[in-house]
Structure formats: structure tokens, C-alpha cells
């Protein structure tokens, strides 16, 4: 069993964090497009109801990713630590328990949207005329797919753990891949007109199979290559290490548990101008959110390469290093992120109608992307300082910056904005939780570094 430990103790910090993060990057952005395909492919149809069906189910997708996080981040940022310190036989039993309690989870999630899926829709805001188009999307990608999805998610986090980036990032970028030559094969070949919604979800579900399959060909190929093992017989550590895949985990979960009940919460509230504007609020909302996840991938990539890279040199008591790694990848987010407000600001309109060609939705979705766009900076730090806790194992602090940004803060501001500002305020309401939770954010970070190192001022600096 072997890891490549010079990455994570000698190669140079730019050049390690592009190790790790330039594949995770690649694949986040190939998963982004496959989702943005499935929302271009069904606007083809014109009609709002069926974009809006999509939207609404893509909140369960949300939920189902919270059991992935879970044992993805909280396993993986583990497995890192337990290297750092040269546990590898410990290393071995976290991998295999996140991989079979992921399995466990989504399968217990998968029935339960079942049991409950026409109330679970009307729930997330869907009308008469968008109900069916939501189910049958629900059924495929959750009902029949949670599984599938959930495990990938979980070994590709386990595989970056171990510095495997390149294994991780080409099943979930093949999985993207394949996802986009299916979706028009079912939606306009196989199925028949009027079910584009249905042949998006199957084509979503097929794709996230071959995934697993895929990941677990690797498993098999890395047998006595790697620490990671994914055996039944050692599915069960130590309950310190069980403790510390949930205390690290959670927030991860907990982040898109919140994620997911203000998404349910933005698309009650824009359904409820249904009387005035139809779908579209809905449709624009889902449409401006996908185009908006741009940025939110790049980060999301940028941090699953820093996360091992802190977790090992936290772990081993190389903090100089580990702090290199965390404001290597926070610069390079927020350089990013001026692009994007950039381009989003002058391309907006062009970019929208991309998806969909009802004028009604361009109009309204073009202004709600202009407005998401101001949060790309402040997202960043916000994710970016939530990971590097996570990846230190510091379960608190990363539970309470998850709990602001999406719920404590985010969820009552909905509420406000909407009351006062009506459909426009619902979108505002981003950018202000955004700014105070990066307030706290940093202050929270800053003062928890300064704890931490006291006796290292000279080498390690605050952001």
C-alpha cells in the first residue's frame, strides 16, 4: 500500500494545489454541465412548466448530495489526518465505513421520496402543471438513482483523500459526459414527444450506474496500490473514528440540508406569484441558479484539491504549509470570481437565452443572474473557510459557518426581503447573507487561527 506523500509534504504549494485541484475542477465543471444540458435540453420544449419541474426536483438532488458530504468529506478529510500521522490500517477502516453508510442512507432516502413523492412535490412548490413533469423526474434520479449517485460521490472523495484527484475527476467527468449524449438520445429519439423531462431524468440515472461501476473498477484495479479499501469485513473502526466522520461530515451535510430547504423556500415563494407571471418565476429562478453554479464549481473544485493537502500537513504539524494551501486556493477563488461578474453582467441576456427562448423567462432570468453574480466573492470565502475548518477535523467551527450562510442567516432573510421587496427581494436576500456571514466568517477564522497558533505567529498569518 503506498500514497504519493511527497505531493503532500515537499512539491511545491502552486504546483500541489493544481495537482489536486485542476482535476476537480475539470470534473466539477463537467457535472455542471451536464446539469446546465438537462435544463437546456428541456427548455428546447418552451414550455416554463417542464423548466420548472426540473428546478423543483433538482432540490431532492440537493438533499440526496447531504448523504455524499457526509461521508465523502467527512471520511475523506479523516482518511487525509490518519495519513498525515502514518495510520493507514485506520485509513482503510474510515474508507470502507463512509462507502457501505452512504450505501445505507441513500437507500433509506431513496424510499422515502417514494413513499411520499407527489406531497414531497407539491411541497417544493410544484403546480398543476408542472406535478407530473416533477415526479417522473424525482423518480429516476432520486427513487432509482440516489444510490448510484451518493456511492460515486463518496469514493470520488475517498479517492482525493489519498491524492488520487485523476481517478476521482475522470469517473465523475465521464459520468457528465456520457449524461449529455444520452439526454437528447431518450428525450427526442427514444421516448416519445411531450416527455423530455422523463427521458433528462433517465438519461441522469443511467449515467451515475456506469459512474459507480467505473469507481468500483478502480477500487479493484488499486487493490494492494492503495490505503483505501472498501471491504465489508472492516466497515466498523473505532467509535473515535466514527465520531469524527460525522462531527466533520455533518456540516458538510448540514450545508446542503440548508441548501436544500431554502431552494424549497425560494421556489414556494416565487411559485406564489404563479396568479401574476405564471411558471416563469420559477423557471427563471432555476435557470439563473444553474448558470450561477459556474463560479460555486470552481470553488467547490478548488477546495476538494486544498482539503487533503491541509488535512495531511494540519495532521502532521506542517501549519505553515497547510496555510499556504488555504490562501493559495481562497486568491485564486476570488480572482475568479471577478471574471465571472464580469462576464455575467455584460453577457447576462445572451447567456440566459441559451436555455430557453420565452421572452418572458429571458427578461426575468437575466435580472435574477445579474443579482446572483455580486455573491461570487463572498460565496468563496465563505466556502473556502468552512472546508480548511473541515479539513483541520474542527467539527464546531465548521458546523456554525455551514448554519449561517444557507439557514440561520439566509432562510429569515428570505422571508423579510420577500415581504418587502416582493419577487426581486427574494434574490437580493443572497447577497445580503452572503456579506454577513463573511463577516463572521472571517472574523471567526481569524480568531480561531490565532488560538490555534499562538506559538507560530511568525510563520503562520491570518487572511
Known sequence: MQINRELFEKTPVPRALAALAVPSIISQLITMVYNIADTIFIGMANDPSKTAAASLSFVLVFAMNCFGNLFGVGGGSLISRLLGEKKDSDAAQVASFSFWGSILLSAIYSLLVFAFIEPLMRLLGATDSSVGYAIDYAFYVIVLGAVPATASLTLANLLRSEGRASYASFGLGMGGILNIILDPLFMFVILEPGNEVKGAAIATMLSNVVVLIYFLCVFLYLTNKTVLSISPKICIPEKKYVYSVFAVGFPSALSSLFACISNLIINNLASSY???????????????????????????????????????????????????????????????????????????????????????????????????????????????????????????????????????????LLFIMNYALGLYGIIWAQLISDSLTCVISLWFYVSSYRKLFKGDDKDIVAP
Open 274 to 412: 404563479s396568479i401574476l407571471y405564471g411558471d416563469v418565476p420559477v423557471a427563471a429562478i432555476g435557470i439563473a441558479k444553474k448558470i450561477d453554479m459556474l463560479p460555486m464549481n470552481v470553488s467547490m473544485g478548488l477546495c476538494q484539491g486544498m482539503m487533503p493537502l491541509v488535512a495531511y500537513n494540519y495532521s502532521a504539524g506542517n501549519y505553515k504549509r497547510m496555510n499556504g494551501f488555504t490562501k493559495a486556493a481562497r486568491n485564486t477563488g476570488i480572482a475568479f470570481a471577478a471574471i465571472c461578474i464580469i462576464v455575467f453582467q455584460l453577457f447576462g441576456n445572451t447567456i440566459v437565452r441559451l436555455f430557453i427562448g420565452d421572452e418572458a423567462t429571458v427578461s426575468m432570468g437575466t435580472d435574477f443572474l445579474r443579482i446572483l453574480c455580486l455573491t461570487v466573492p463572498l460565496l468563496i470565502i465563505n466556502v473556502q473557510t468552512c472546508y480548511t475548518f473541515q479539513a483541520m477535523g474542527m467539527g464546531k467551527q465548521s458546523l456554525l459557518l455551514s448554519s449561517m450562510r444557507q439557514g440561520l442567516v439566509h432562510i429569515p
